[in-house]
């Protein structure tokens, strides 16, 4: 195992710093094909939490988990013309088994959208048979030049939903349930302060009538999609005949939804909360939330430890280093992972019947004694992720602008990178020379708005709108 | 939705009967590539329930969970000879991206090996490194020309296991350790009667030093093998060149092994536990373990149903059938699905404060009071988990034989097919002669040997080998 080697500062350079803490945390390591990142245990294992939270979620929403084939016939993929020209260049294409050339190509899942539509196809014939509400918790491919572990990947993992409904406000309206169940759980569980909103035409998925978002912005001031959902209408329905028949025993094309969160939230949590010394993870996908280290050996620090984990272990996953490394190796390693509390005990302390617990966000220690480790556990878990929330906040707030031309946009690109609100029609070709101009784009139409007319900040039109804007990720 | 179909009896196709209750219990539909499957929700959450019970123990055996690419390159992949060879005509290979071709093809994993002996190669330095023990629930691909879903299918899922040690011992033992988890899984949860063992010479797995199986009879006498665990000695270790410093400073190569289980399974518990009816579930894996039906949904019987769900519901999977289907729709639905236990709640029985509980593996009926209907479900449901296990152990024991010769061996396949234990040379010549004669091979060696020299049942050579041959699926 190498040394731990040391960390860029954030400030200094954000990307190296980002690159050094996954490495040094042990979150991944790179494949050895461009683009692929292997999964360690420390990193899989926030995606587990993360998985086991919003799978009970959707169990609630009364989801459905499934698998569908990792291959796709590029016959069946070409039947919605967006969706294919929005993917076609990423996607990774399987032409033989063996020596032998299969008679069509056929394509590793970018998304399942096309293989649920041929499903619902067959499966849908009444709409006593609606809705569906599938769910499934895959890997898929969409090709990347560049390698960013859990940000930009050709393989990701990820869960994507997919339902059908015989009513067209009954899917819309499960695309927003959808989605203020991604809000509640990035707000709460990842701790992030995302922007819940809607995008605009340049920027929703590639298929659909409308496309929802979280977006939530980095220390650094760049913004990062951390959940969409999308509204399909029948806009799938239609090429792939998914019709029933109706209570007016009508036929009729079906409404359907896909929405979907990635690994990239991994990517989001360590952008959002960590700092110099490494990795800082809001509490609840701590893979270890309290770790327990020994100053000293002896028999008394021996037994207190394992009484404290005892007391502790049917709350919080708590374990103790027992590593023959140093104590100053297993402090760091402590902070490098991010473990929200550490608590040391040695034989001075225990003179007192006191430990040491320290805060790995704040590094603040305090001394406590035996008997209180419980409930000072229960206090400083809730201040800590508070305080992680808070800061996020903060960064959010301060970095998050007004500007009505796109010359005081790009004022404040160059100075106080972060979320720029601005009045903006709306209109794909104003947002593609917006891009041209800045190499960003619209975030967000966020929910919230105060419907006052105001010109374009880029092409002047009058507009009530009102559209986040920033450099993103 | 459509009307339940018949199923074919067993006795008449047994594989038509299969394929009949897979598809009207809704475990599966077939995917638009051939070779693939749909796994449907009644069908994932049996693979979700085997997937909580075999991780759980993984846990306690400090197996971490990881996850490593899809794609392997193909130079990478052709380090280990045995390995490649065994696979190559199987693998489905990536060659292009879009339009662009890629420089070097990329395999789809089949397994992952030699992604993980890469990774093993860098990480591992010192004794003091290991062992590392992985898994990984994946989906993997070794491309199959006919179709049966759960057991013969291009795609599959699974779990992999890879390791590495520093002792061979310590590795040899996790193997045999591994197939004991697997034994009492399969045993316990599964309630199939395996019978553990070791591969032969012309069986084990492609790069193995030694694999371990646990085999499983089905209900027509054909074995299934439901899992395997593999020692590599450093087969893997020299071509991949994963060396540590050992205790005495010196470089060696290190050892490895890797095991697996995989929807397969599903496979197995259908073919050795289901009837005409259609499914029967082991309650262990079964998503639904007491379906609740109500003959006439009077007040009072609304009021009961629910009063049952709420008692049993902490302690079991219950559910109530809503659906606005008739009284017989729903029993043949609760039986086709192989719900273990039923309970009908009907006025008529509540005059006398009685429901109806009925077991789906002997369809027996029985009257209790709505006061004991939790103690008599949990005598019930341990009843019905003995039965299954008893009625496969006798089908198992009905059709295992003993031969001395090759005619008798083949008589046997004839007439009452099933495990048949011969005295076997072991060698691979040997073995490739059997398998032409009657396309069968040695399903293992099992661990209870009687060590008596005796002559091979087909060259005749003297051995002291028991070993088990049968046709298997
Ligand atoms: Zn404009
Ligand atoms: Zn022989």
């Known amino acids: 195992m190498k040394q731990l080697e040391k960390i860029t500062p954030r400030d200094v350079d954000f990307s190296q710093w980002y690159t050094d803490t996954v490495i040094n945390a042990k979150l991944a390591s790179y494949g050895p094909v461009k683009g692929t990142i292997i999964f360690r245990p420390y990193g899989y294992a926030i995606w587990e939490l993360i998985q086991k939270y919003l799978d009970a979620k959707f169990k609630e929403l009364e989801v459905q988990n499934v698998y569908f084939p990792l291959l796709i016939p590029q ?20 032409t033989r088994v063996g020596d ?3 008679p069509e190509p056929l394509f590793i899942r970018p998304t399942s959208e096309v293989l649920m539509a041929n499903f619902f196809k067959n499966e849908v014939k009444s709409y006593r048979d609606l809705p569906l509400i599938f769910n499934q918790w895959t890997n898929v491919m969409r090709w990347e030049k560049t390698t ?4 930009r990947t050709s393989e990701f993992l990820w869960q994507e939903g997919h339902t059908v409904h015989s009513e067209r406000k009954e899917a819309s309206d499960l695309t927003l349930k959808i989605l203020d169940t991604y809000t509640e759980f990035a707000q709460n569980a990842l701790l992030l302060p995302v922007i819940p909103g809607k995008k605009t035409e340049k920027e929703k998925f590639a298929g659909a009538d409308s496309t929802y978002t979280i977006e939530s912005l980095m220390h650094d001031g760049q913004a990062l999609q951390c959940g969409t959902s999308h509204y399909f209408a029948d806009n799938f329905s239609k090429p792939y005949e998914i019709k029933f028949q109706n209570k007016e025993g009508k036929l009729e094309h079906a409404y359907s939804t896909s929405w979907g969160v990635s690994t990239r939230l991994i990517g989001a949590i360590i952008m959002t909360h960590s700092d110099d010394n490494g990795l800082v993870l809001p509490s609840m996908v701590s893979p270890v939330q309290v770790r327990l280290i020994q100053i000293k050996e002896t028999d008394e620090v021996i037994k207190v430890t394992e009484d404290i984990k005892e007391a502790l272990k049917n709350k919080y996953r708590v374990d103790i280093d027992k590593t023959d490394k140093s104590f100053g190796f297993k402090i760091s390693e402590a902070e490098i992972k991010g473990i929200p ?30 008997n209180e480790v419980t409930n000072i556990v229960d206090q400083m878990i809730k ?6 929330y808070a800061k996020a906040l903060k960064n959010r707030e301060e970095r998050t602008s007004r500007a009505n031309s796109i010359e005081e946009y790009k004022n404040i690109l160059a100075q ?58």
């Open 341 to 370: 509390l550490r608590i040391e005990i040695g034989p001075r302390d225990l003179e007192n019947n006191q430990v040491t617990i320290s805060r790995r966000d704040t590094r603040e220690k305090i001394q406590v004694n035996v």
């Open 75 to 94: 016959s069946l993929f070409q039947k919605e013309k967006d969706h294919i020209e929005g993917f076609s260049p990423e996607i990774a294409t399987v």
């Open 100 to 102: 032998t050339p299969l």
């Open 148 to 151: 960013r572990p859990f940000l």
């Open 416 to 473: 106080n990178q972060g979320f720029v609100l601005v009045p903006f029609c709306g209109e794909i070709e104003c947002e593609d020379d917006v891009k041209k101009q800045t190499s960003t784009n619209s975030r967000c139409i966020p929910f919230d708005q105060d419907n006052k007319t105001e010109k374009c900040f880029n092409c002047n039109k009058d507009t009530t709108l009102k559209v986040y804007f920033a450099r993103a990720y």
């Open 383 to 388: 201040e800590y992720d508070a305080n992680l």
